[in-house]
């Protein structure tokens, strides 16, 4: 699952990393949506997911990761707890203009104890310290905190490796602990 405010790069994610040509939900923004949608941070966006998106990687002849990206307006928000139902972890994907708009995601996932990393994705320059991110988003240091590009593949197949990783470490601390 990739989550995450209006306008962070979660299609764009699910596009750059998806072996497949993607189901996507993106649509043009139209006048019906001012007063419901705030593009705020993000205004040169023109579309917008209204369901969710879905790609897929093969990992091996048996083993498949399926990404769904998550809509990120708030009138979309009651989509995600169905959409977190039986997910092993998410992507909190944030943009640091904007961090604000992670609390959300953050907070949904905290409630389903859906396992999850934030990666800020980044839009140009970052100008502030991962370490700024954590302390702002308040997130403990056993959660990944990363940087990267959804626009490319490497990038964000990167993301998706922290998050497998960070589900293995996890699975194995509680194995150690029964």
């Known amino acids: 699952m990739i989550v995450g405010g209006f306008g962070v790069g979660k299609t764009t994610m699910v596009r750059s990393v998806s072996e497949i040509n993607p189901l996507s939900t993106e649509e043009t923004m139209t006048q019906a949506g001012v007063g419901v949608d705030y593009n ?10 209204v369901a969710f998106d879905f790609g897929r990687i093969s990992l091996n ?6 990404l769904f990206g998550a809509p990120g307006q708030e009138r979309f928000w009651f989509l995600w707890d169905r959409l977190f139902s ?3 972890g998410a992507v909190v994907l944030v943009d640091a203009r904007r961090l604000e708009d992670s609390w959300y995601a953050i907070d949904r996932l905290e409630h389903h104890g859906t396992p999850f990393i934030v990666a800020r994705n980044n839009f140009e320059p970052p100008t502030h310290e991962l370490s700024d991110i954590r ?9 990944p905190l990363i940087d990267c590009d959804a626009r490319h593949r490497d990038s964000s197949k990167q993301v998706l490796i922290a998050l497998v990783n960070h589900l ?10 029964s």
């Open 40 to 49: 705020t941070g993000a205004q040169a966006k023109t579309t917008t997911t």
């Open 61 to 66: 002849e048996q083993m498949v990761l399926y």
């Open 86 to 88: 039986g997910t092993l």
């Open 135 to 143: 302390r702002a988003l308040t997130l403990p240091d056993h959660i």
């Open 168 to 177: 293995y470490v996890l699975s194995s601390a509680r194995e150690t602990t």
